[in-house]
């Protein structure tokens, strides 16, 4: 049973998410879409270096978990691209007539 703690973190997730396809949909209309592409992904990783330094206690501590945060963030993110890719596998003719 989910608490009201954890529904409204899941509704803030997909708020985020939400956004994020907006404004990548949006610079897709002018910008090649492996340009968005590559833009978001570049984004994410500089966020995931700021979060990390943001949580370390030191340059040292730093330099001591990056290796750790680095396999965690690529985990994340190959576990996220491989659902999407599912997802899109399964609802494919949804999709390309309009829906994501």
């Known amino acids: 049973m989910s608490t ?3 529904n409204d973190n899941d509704k803030q997730f997909s708020e985020i998410i939400d956004a994020f396809v907006v404004l990548a949909n949006d610079k897709a209309k002018t910008t090649p879409p492996q340009m968005v592409s590559a833009g978001l992904q570049f984004a994410s990783s500089r966020f995931c270096a700021y979060l990390l330094a943001g949580t370390s206690t030191s340059k040292e501590h730093f330099m001591e978990q990056k290796e750790e ?3 965690y ?3 994340q993110f190959e576990q996220m691209l ?3 890719v599912a997802d899109y596998e399964q609802n494919y003719e949804q ?3 309009g829906g994501q």
């Open 4 to 6: 009201p703690e954890a």
């Open 69 to 71: 945060a680095i396999k």
């Open 73 to 75: 963030f690529m985990g």
């Open 82 to 84: 491989r659902d999407n």
């Open 95 to 97: 999709y390309q007539t």
